[in-house]
């Protein structure tokens, strides 16, 4: 399969909605982003189309409406974005990002358990 371009931070707020549940009309997710975001019907409308242009949405026509669903999954547009997040401000090196984070935020007893757990099953 192709690698789609980025999908925009205001892009990923439709994919979430998507991902939750689908298909939905563009009025069904226009409805769940309206307690979130100031956004006109208009603009979440083209944002829908960005996303089908981009091949992360594609659409049913049922009479005079459009049923929209994903035909990409969130796990591959995570691990891409992460991808491009760590090429784009680490060079790709995964080690300094790890301790920035590491060192920038603070970790719970239970955080810091969950991450020993995830670094010791990696070295097995």
Known sequence: M???????DAE???MRIVWQS?????????ARLSGTKAWKPKTIKT???????KGALDFHKEGRE?????LVNEEECVREASR?????????ALKPMMVHFLESEKLTPE????????????EK
Do not use: C, H, M, N
């Not at 459009?66 to 994903?70: I, V």
């Open 47 to 53: 944002l829908i189309g960005r996303l089908v242009q």
């Open 22 to 30: 689908s298909p939905l009309t563009a009025a069904d997710i226009i």
């Open 66 to 70: 459009y049923t929209y669903f994903p």
């Open 12 to 14: 990923w707020d439709i």
């Open 111 to 122: 955080d810091i358990k969950e991450l020993k757990d995830l670094l010791r099953e990696k």
């Open 84 to 92: 491009s997040f760590l090429d784009r401000i680490y060079g790709g």
């Open 2 to 8: 192709p690698e789609s371009p980025p999908i925009s």
